[in-house]
């Protein structure tokens, strides 16, 4: 077995594309994600005894030809390449490049995508022997396990694959129970890539992110893990094991200043996270930490988290109508918000906002009165994106049932230059108005006398911030200015 060797690459594409978030693109904020999954599966076959390596090449700058002779080098017989929507044709089109180096090797596609669309995935090219479906850390390491024995993926469970011009999809894979059965990521990380190509705004750099949870029980028509790759039913990490693996990241990364949990929502249990929190301080475990959040968390449980290091939570607020608020499902009401930004302010705990436009029913009326709760809300930071459709989730199907999605070629999920870009319509309002009022807003946001003012008091009373801000602003100020590169 330890000679069977197997390369997890996500593959060139646009310079600090960032694949593995929820959105993929080349971002206006300058965040960059680890490859999160990716590193998950390299764990854990890693741990069954694979010889493996781990290619980051948007994050490390590696051109394809130099991606080629590290995979000719290595010469792995499995190949696991990281796939996102409007990469794919160009994560395809990659793979035929890797085949005609490496004829003899076995290449499987992973992520939201190609769950979504399994078989017209296949259908890209001959090169691509396989995709596969929701969660793959298992799925990886049991193919591997066939491949070494000759056999096909018939029996390995979460595949598609050609066989003889038919396509075979084996049974489904089941979400994994045990979480805590899966190794630490932050070894994979530690060992193969640089924690300082990564950046995310709404952390201290640099950081290291980690999950700590799998699957939502909430239903945004909109969100692409849940509905695509993890699934609804929530699964836990113990807190015994998210310490450890905390303690691991502090004693190993000396440089990193903070850790992202980058989980659906973080905090949908208010119980684990006190618990986390109190064993934090127990622990002694001395690093700032961010993570995602609803607007529902109240002011006690703030207050233990801010103790343990909790510096900012990044919440999707996403619209200031009720109604459209209602329309995608996301069950909170904008008193919630509202609250919840009191209580954050109280407790000492940043706020960075996430606001949507674009959803069924959305009019110039209802964007405004999103840009006006942004400002009412005013978190540290924020940010304003069009509606972003992908594939295996139910806002695809409803734009795509009406046709409301201008385009079916992927690459157009993103503009010319790798920024997000909208791909439908509404009723009233074009793409171009949805991703221009996008562009305005931030300017209307960021450019408030009293918010600049707010924010370079912070710069120049924290070193920290400061690193920060600088940091995200060297991209994202160039982006404020001229907006989002899309025709007039």
């Known amino acids: ?77 499995l190949i696991v390449v990281d796939t996102s929507t409007p990469s794919i044709h160009n994560d395809s089109e990659f793979c035929k490049e890797i085949k005609a180096a490496l004829p003899n090797s076995f290449i499987i596609l992973v992520g939201t995508h190609v769950s979504a669309m399994p078989e017209q995935c296949l259908n890209l090219n001959d090169s691509i022997d396989a995709v596969a479906i929701g969660e793959y850390d298992n799925t990886i390491s049991e193919l591997a396990k066939a491949l070494m024995e000759y056999q096909t993926p018939f029996n390995v469970p979460g595949v598609a694959y050609r066989h003889k011009e038919k396509f075979i999809f084996t049974t489904c894979r089941q979400p994994l129970e045990d979480l805590d059965s899966l190794p630490h990521v932050s070894p994979i990380y530690k060992r193969f890539l640089n924690i300082e190509h990564y950046f995310n705004p709404n952390a201290l750099y640099p950081m290291v992110t980690i999950t700590t949870t799998r699957g939502c029980p909430h239903e945004c028509v909109f969100c692409v893990y849940p509905q ?57 475990i001395n690093i700032s930490w961010t993570a995602n959040a609803r607007a529902t968390i109240d002011y006690e449980t703030m207050r233990r988290m801010k103790e343990a290091g909790c510096r900012c939570l990044c919440v999707g607020f996403e619209s200031g109508s009720q109604e459209l608020l209602d329309n995608m499902k996301k069950k909170i009401t904008i008193e919630q918000s509202e609250a919840f930004m009191e209580d954050a302010r109280r407790a000492g705990i940043l706020v960075h906002g996430c606001f949507m436009v674009g959803f069924p029913g959305e009019t110039k009326k209802t964007m405004n009165e999103t840009l006006e709760l942004a400002k009412r809300l005013n978190p540290d930071t924020v940010q304003f994106y069009p509606m972003m459709i ?55 946001f960021y450019l408030r006398p009293d918010y600049m003012f707010y924010k370079l008091r912070q710069v120049l009373n924290d070193p920290e911030e400061r690193k920060r801000t600088v940091k995200s602003a060297r991209t994202f100020i160039k982006y404020l200015i001229k907006g989002s590169d899309i025709p007039n």
């Open 1 to 77: 077995m330890k000679k069977f060797r197997i390369a997890f690459l996500n593959p060139p594409y646009l310079e600090k594309f960032s694949r593995s978030q929820r959105s993929p693109a080349v971002t206006k904020s300058g965040t960059l994600y680890f490859p999160m999954w990716l590193a998950a599966a390299c764990a854990l076959a890693d741990r069954e005894g694979f010889v493996v390596d781990l290619i980051d090449a948007p994050a490390a700058g590696t051109s394809r030809q130099d991606v080629l002779m590290r995979l000719k080098h290595f010469v792995p017989a």
């Open 228 to 284: 695509t790759v993890m699934g609804h039913r929530l699964r836990m990490r113990s807190v015994s094991n998210v310490l450890d693996e905390m303690q691991y990241i502090v004693e190993n990364f000396p440089e990193a200043r903070a850790v992202f949990f980058e989980d659906d929502t973080f905090t949908i249990s208010k119980k684990r996270c006190v618990e986390i929190s109190e064993g934090i301080i127990k622990r002694g």
């Open 390 to 444: 992908y594939p295996g989730t139910e806002a695809f199907k409803w734009f795509d049932d009406r046709g409301y999605i201008t385009t079916d070629d992927f690459s157009k999920w993103l503009t010319p230059a790798g920024l997000h870009n909208t791909v439908i319509r509404t009723e009233s309002l074009t793409s171009a108005e949805l991703v221009r009022f996008c562009d305005n807003a931030r300017r209307q």
